[in-house]
């Protein structure tokens, strides 16, 4: 009997890929390999998105694309999952040749359904681990859903309220992915400040953060995304402390203006997310901050616009992921006009990204000539590509094997996005156990880097 094979189709943000990996990983103990050849596939899975209309433009192209598919093999099934699927009624209506509708993070769901289809017997090693390849960087949830309602945000209303998973849960998860030899991993909330709020004795982050960094076999954590309303000084005071945890922040400002952050029910000032990186950058004097950033809410002024545009270059952000807004419908924003015109938007949009990217590109230089440590997590077109703690791409070229080990390398190029390095002349399979190595790029050149909390309004930090 001919193996079964799945095909699998992502897009949207990071928890969409954990929930991706595991059913894969669902798929593959029932015996299924993967293609990434649709027409191939005895089962076509689609994680979707639609946080913005890009996004849910794309998966209403891709279903459209699939339905040929379907009619000229009505053996292959078509299973739709994530914030696409809302009222199945009317997805049914609209796409009648769709099997199943699930909703975000249903992992359990397609395995149920792929039981359903007579898949051949489970493939598992006899350690009970899954066949399948190890990923040096993972991804773990540990919370689902959101008690935030952001008024321009559709997350709430597709994944519900928040819902934290226990930490016993959590550890499991990552021991086995360590067993495969996973080195990395991120952990993954709507809101990942707020874990645990809705637990019995209220764990949070930083209990996590705690019990990750005694676990054998794993170097670094990561953790994403952050809410600068639920931050607190004993995350901050965790990732300070403990040396596997990579001092990279992924801190959603949105906009720059206190009468647009109300109207995005965000729960915040600027002055309060000020103080926030002044606190981050006192305990982290070398990190990295990412944000993220929309511009054209509605009833945004071009002078509001600019008060962002300010926030910008003050904190000079090591990434900013940019977009225009869009309505999402049942939103409370979606219910207001929305009068900043599509040009306007696409103008304030390809203003922030240009003085971001000069921006980045001045941190990433003065990181020219320096000795960094990254994690070697693939080979790319004929590169091996890895990251440093901060989150920077380095790619470097060797004929020996670095995948899942630690490469000290010096810079010799930087660019916005990216890094070159040369040759590393001896692997270095682990990080010492203090961690210290993987601080190592801080030594050298540190005095051409501004400390993080010396960003921003000069009145606000003094010492900086």
């Not at 993972?138 to 709430?156: F, M, Q």
């Not at 960094?372 to 990251?387: N, S, T």
Request: one cysteine or more; a positive charge.
């Amino acid at each position: 009997m001919a193996q079964r094979r799945y095909h699998l189709w992502t897009i949207g943000c990071q928890m969409n890929r954990a929930d991706s990996y595991r059913v894969g990983e669902e798929l593959e103990k029932r015996g299924y390999a993967p293609t990434d050849r649709p027409e191939l596939a005895d089962i076509v899975v689609l994680n979707t998105c639609v946080v913005r209309q890009r996004a849910e433009d794309k998966v209403r192209g891709r279903l459209s694309s699939l339905s040929s598919l379907k009619r000229s093999n009505r053996h292959v099934a078509l299973v739709v999952m994530g914030c696409f699927v809302d009222d199945v009624e009317a997805l049914q209506a609209s796409y009648p040749y769709v099997d199943a509708f699930l909703k975000p993070s249903d992992v359990a769901g397609v395995a149920d359904f792929a039981e359903n289809l007579n898949s051949p017997v489970a493939l598992q090693t006899s350690s009970g681990d899954f066949a399948t390849p190890s990923r040096v960087a993972d991804l773990v949830p540990i919370s689902y859903g959101c008690d935030h309602r952001c008024t321009y945000c559709i997350v709430a209303l597709r994944r519900g309220r928040q819902r934290s998973r226990p930490l016993s849960e959590i550890m499991d998860d990552a021991e086995r992915l360590v067993r495969r030899g996973t080195r990395q991993i991120t952990l993954l909330g709507q809101n990942v400040d707020a874990y645990g709020s809705d637990l019995e004795g209220q764990p949070d982050l930083a209990d996590v953060l705690n019990a990750l960094h005694d676990l054998d076999g794993l170097w670094r954590i990561r953790f994403l995304t952050s809410h600068p309303r639920d931050m607190s000084q004993r995350i901050i005071d965790a990732v300070a402390g403990l040396p596997k945890v990579c001092e990279c922040w992924e801190l959603a400002v949105q906009a720059g203006d206190d009468a647009i952050l109300r109207r995005m029910g965000r729960g915040y000032t600027v002055d309060h997310f000020r103080d926030l990186v002044a606190r981050i950058g006192q305990a982290t004097p070398h990190c990295a901050i990412n944000t993220d950033i929309i511009v054209g809410f509605p009833g945004e002024t071009r002078k509001q616009f600019e008060n962002t545009l300010r926030l910008v270059r003050q904190m000079r952000f090591d990434v900013a992921h940019v977009a225009a807004y869009s309505p999402r419908p049942g939103t409370r924003a979606a219910g207001w006009i929305d009068d900043v015109t599509p040009e306007e938007k696409e103008y304030r949009r390809a203003l922030v990204e240009q003085v971001q990217k000069e921006i980045a590109t001045e941190i990433n230089a003065a990181q020219l000539g320096e000795l960094v440590e990254i994690l070697v997590d693939g080979h790319q077109r004929g590169r091996w590509r890895g990251r440093t703690r901060t989150n920077k791409l380095v790619f470097f070229e060797s004929k020996d094997d670095w995948l899942g080990k630690m490469a000290r390398v010096r810079i010799t190029w930087t660019g916005p996005w990216s890094m070159i390095a040369d040759r590393p002349a001896i692997p270095h399979p682990v990080p010492s156990p203090c961690g210290e190595c993987c601080r190592i790029w801080l030594g050298a050149g540190a005095h051409r880097r501004r400390s993080r909390h010396s960003r921003g309004d000069a009145s606000l930090h003094p010492q900086g």
